[in-house]
């Protein structure tokens, strides 16, 4: 049975926040965009332009303010880590009435932070798998042939996450539901932060790091595994090494275009919360620690 549309808020329109609301707009779905101003003006202005290897090219209008004045169904929350403070203010609880939260972002601490403004069992755990980035406002590149959502809410009912999977299905967005948020948000660290510490930290590409810097891979690897598997998820130090072989020899983390690109990087959410994650469980991770103060001290 086909679905009502649902009423969507994106706050963050950069490559991920840009790429997921364009898809649910093209699908039918209403949806407004939280950005700041200068933004939120271009967007409302000019629309939303995507060039996708996995959904073609393609131009959606745009709503955009900067601050939610009404309830949604769901609110995709995909603001840097760096900036997530100040684009939640833009989020009044008392405005968002009922809606669930989905948290498209790097890391594992700001879920602590989301429930404290929202309700526990509105706040979702999400991770997405998919390379995408904004070129300017409105201009989003998605250069993976794949955008991949998992989440889970150890509080929420079952129904509701399996009608936003099925929301998010039906819009082209790939999407499963997980038994554990634990499982949704360190299963994708456990890939992501060597993934993001190491080709930032040496300014190389998936393919260099894997030939170049081995050693460092294997290390950082299984030491975030071991602290997944600590905090209740997989840790499948095999299996993440396996995806990092198979993985484009030319890809780039996010946090490294951010640092190319002269924005804030995110090493505190990525490597920090594996360090404090790992301090908490007693699991020793000495490499990807001094990866983790390398970067720090280089100011990045």
């Given at each position: 049975?086909?679905?009502?549309?649902?009423?969507?808020?994106?706050?963050?329109?950069?490559?991920?926040?840009?790429?997921?609301?364009?898809?649910?707009?093209?699908?039918?779905?209403?949806?407004?965009?939280?950005?700041?101003?200068?933004?939120?003006?271009?967007?409302?202005?000019?629309?939303?332009?995507?060039?996708?290897?996995?959904?073609?090219?393609?131009?959606?209008?745009?709503?955009?303010?900067?601050?939610?004045?009404?309830?949604?169904?769901?609110?995709?929350?995909?603001?840097?880590?760096?900036?997530?403070?100040?684009?939640?203010?833009?989020?009044?609880?008392?405005?968002?009435?009922?809606?669930?939260?989905?948290?498209?972002?790097?890391?594992?601490?700001?879920?602590a932070g989301l429930r404290e403004r929202f309700p526990s069992a509105?706040?979702?755990?999400?991770?997405?798998?998919?390379?995408?980035?904004?070129?300017?406002?409105?201009?989003?590149?998605?250069?993976?042939?794949?955008?991949?959502?998992?989440?889970?809410?150890?509080?929420?009912?079952?129904?509701?996450?399996?009608?936003?999977?099925?929301?998010?299905?039906?819009?082209?967005?790939?999407?499963?539901?997980?038994?554990?948020?634990?499982?949704?948000?360190?299963?994708?660290?456990?890939?992501?932060?060597?993934?993001?510490?190491?080709?930032?930290?040496?300014?190389?590409?998936?393919?260099?790091?894997?030939?170049?810097?081995?050693?460092?891979?294997?290390?950082?690897?299984?030491?975030?595994?071991?602290?997944?598997?600590?905090?209740?998820?997989?840790?499948?130090?095999?299996?993440?090494?396996?995806?990092?072989?198979?993985?484009?020899?030319?890809?780039?983390?996010?946090?490294?275009?951010?640092?190319?690109?002269?924005?804030?990087?995110?090493?505190?959410?990525?490597?920090?919360?594996?360090l404090r994650a790992a301090a908490r469980a007693g699991v020793d991770?000495?490499?990807?620690?001094?990866?983790?103060?390398?970067?720090?001290?280089?100011?990045?």
């Amino acid at each position: 049975m086909t679905q009502s549309p649902w009423s969507v808020a994106v706050v963050g329109p950069g490559g991920v926040g840009g790429l997921v609301g364009a898809v649910l707009t093209r699908a039918g779905h209403p949806v407004v965009f939280v950005a700041r101003p200068d933004t939120a003006a271009a967007l409302t202005a000019g629309g939303l332009e995507v060039s996708s290897v996995q959904y073609g090219d393609f131009r959606v209008p745009a709503t955009a303010v900067p601050r939610l004045a009404a309830p949604v169904d769901v609110c995709v929350v995909a603001a840097k880590a760096t900036a997530l403070d100040a684009a939640l203010d833009a989020v009044p609880a008392e405005v968002l009435g009922a809606g669930l939260v989905l948290p498209l972002l790097n890391g594992v601490d700001h879920m602590a932070g989301l429930r404290e403004r929202f309700p526990s069992a509105r706040v979702l755990a999400g991770a997405i798998r998919v390379e995408s980035t904004r070129v300017a406002p409105g201009r989003i590149a998605h250069t993976s042939p794949f955008c991949a959502v998992e989440l889970a809410g150890d509080d929420t009912p079952r129904t509701r996450l399996e009608t936003l999977a099925g929301q998010l299905g039906a819009a082209g967005i790939d999407a499963a539901v997980r038994d554990s948020e634990a499982l949704v948000i360190w299963d994708k660290l456990a890939f992501l932060a060597p993934l993001a510490l190491l080709t930032t930290a040496y300014g190389a590409t998936a393919g260099e790091v894997r030939e170049k810097y081995r050693g460092d891979l294997e290390a950082v690897v299984g030491e975030v595994a071991a602290v997944a598997r600590a905090a209740g998820a997989t840790g499948d130090a095999g299996a993440v090494i396996g995806f990092f072989d198979r993985m484009p020899p030319g890809m780039k983390s996010s946090m490294q275009r951010d640092v190319e690109a002269g924005r804030p990087a995110e090493v505190d959410a990525i490597g920090g919360a594996v360090l404090r994650a790992a301090a908490r469980a007693g699991v020793d991770t000495p490499v990807t620690a001094r990866i983790v103060e390398d970067l720090r001290a280089r100011g990045i």
